[in-house]
Structures are given as C-alpha cells and as structure tokens.
C-alpha cells in the first residue's frame, strides 16, 4: 500500500513565537485558537521555499535575510483581506445624503471644492473604487464644481497589486448597482474570463500606498474630508484601537467625518469626536464640545 509523507505541524512553541511576532509588528492579537489557520496559510511558503519544517521556517523568517525577503510574503499570508463593492450600503447612503451636502455647504454655486478622502485597509480595492463611484456620482448631479482624491492603503502588497489592476471577477460586482455597473465597469474583451474592470478615469482618482497603521507616523498622508477606517479596529486590543485612532483623527480635518465597521463603537470619550450615527462620527472643530 502506497504510504505519503505527513504534512509538517506548527508546534505551539513556534505558534506563539510567530504570534508574538505579529502582535508586536502588526497590532494583531493571535490567541491560540488561529493557530491551525496560521499553519494553513504559511504552508504555501514552506512549499515555495522547499523548506520541511514551521522551525526551519520561523528561523529563516527571523534572520536579516528573511526579514528582507519574507517578510512581506508572511504579512500578505497572515493578514485578513475581506472585502466587498457597497459593504454596509448604508453608510454611502449617509455620505450621499448627509456627510458630503455638509462637507459641501459652504462652497459657493461657482466655487470649487477637492475633497480628500482616504481607505485606510483598502484591502483588494473594492471600498475606495465604491467611493470613487459614490464621489463621481455626486460631483454630476451637483451643480458646484467637485473634485475627489481618494487614498487606498494596506499592509499588504498582494491586495494592493489587486487593487492597481482593478479587475475583478464578475461574480464580485452583483452589489453594484446596474446603473453603475454599465457606466463604470468594463467587461474583459475575452469573454472566457468573465471579469470586468475598473474604467480609467475612476483609477485615475485612487493613489495606493502600503501603509502599517502600527507606524509611529502616517507619511505622505494628506489631511483629509473623509477617512474610512471599517473592520480593521475588531483586531486590535483597545489600547492599541486609541493609538491608532489617534494617528487617524491627526490626518482628519475639523468637521471631517470617520467611518467604522457595523461591529465597531469605538469609546470616542477623550477624543474630538461626535457620534452623527452608529459607527460614523464627526471630528468637532477648535473649541467645540
């Protein structure tokens, strides 16, 4: 009877080496309960290393010629990516409805306004190409002039080379409208492959840029309208949800608006925010209580 060679095992020790590792680089607590996803997810590497063991893998990944070739590898391996077009519909309704006519108030009938907007885990590009439909469907329909920038950035350079690209599969885009789907999307030429793509002048409007929001700084980050931080904050202890809320609300101006995921109500107590619905809040302006 022919015999195959077991799969090699992530001993608990290498674990919560591996663990801590994260915890401290990434702000991703790793409680011993993921360790048979982690073992999934890195036996992709040890087979495209050729390497037979999660030991001699933890020491490759921990010497200076590891941290400068795998480490991105095993952040794209270990970081979560979901993602969809019109995640939580909702909020875009309240930015169409409520966050943008405010933004946009005090811009005179001929003026001209640029609004700053930044995904900060963009993941594969589904949330800023939602935005920038949102923005350019809005810009339209308004008679003042509007421009939009919108900032995608991720820890992880595989999503991020996903969203560059912008083509996605087609089953992706059932939550776009039809409406949208026609004006925004262009079906691949070869039809076997059934995906579509985002139109240029949409990628045009998104810059992406690899960020860890457990950096010290956000470097080359503008001061934005609109920061949407969503399912990011449910990794993370709260003390490291304040540090990284702090570093945000630095990058959003007085009356800018900062949206969370539908499980995150952030305690906002200490912050310059107010809360204008659940899981949005406003940044109060100098002196505003």
Request: glycine share 4%.
């Amino acid at each position: 009877m022919m015999s195959f060679p077991s799969q090699p095992s992530l001993a608990m020790a290498d674990f919560r080496r591996l663990g801590d590792y994260i915890h401290a680089e990434l702000g991703i607590k790793m409680s011993d309960a993921k360790r048979g996803m982690v073992e999934s997810r890195l036996r992709k590497r040890l087979n495209a290393l050729d390497i037979s063991s999660y030991e001699e893998y933890c020491a490759y990944l921990f010497s200076p010629r590891g941290q400068k070739y795998e480490l991105p590898y095993f952040i794209n391996q270990v970081t979560t990516n979901k993602t969809d077009f019109f995640r939580e519909s909702k909020q875009f309704d309240f930015l169409k409805q409520k966050a943008l006519p405010e933004l946009l108030s005090s811009v005179p009938t001929d003026g001209f306004k640029k609004l700053y907007v930044w995904s900060s885990a963009c993941s594969r590009g589904h949330e800023p190409y939602t935005l920038a439909m949102v923005l350019s469907e809005y810009a339209e329909q308004q008679n003042k002039r509007i421009d939009f920038s919108i900032l995608g950035t991720d820890i992880s350079t595989d999503v991020l080379n996903v969203a560059q690209k912008a083509v996605y599969p087609h089953d992706e885009i059932e939550p776009v409208p039809m409406a949208l789907r026609k004006k925004y999307l262009l079906r691949s030429k070869d039809r076997r492959k059934n995906t579509v793509r985002i139109v240029p002048q949409l990628r045009s409007k998104v810059r992406l840029l690899r960020l860890n929001l457990m950096n010290t700084r956000y470097t080359g980050i503008d001061q934005m309208d609109i920061i949407f931080c969503r399912n990011v904050m449910i990794y993370f202890e709260k003390e490291t949800q304040n540090q990284i809320l702090h570093k945000l609300l630095n990058h959003l101006k007085p009356g800018g608006f900062l949206f969370m995921g539908h499980s995150e109500v952030i305690q906002h107590a200490g912050f310059p925010l107010k809360s204008v619905q659940t899981t949005i809040y406003q940044k109060k302006g100098r002196g505003q209580r």
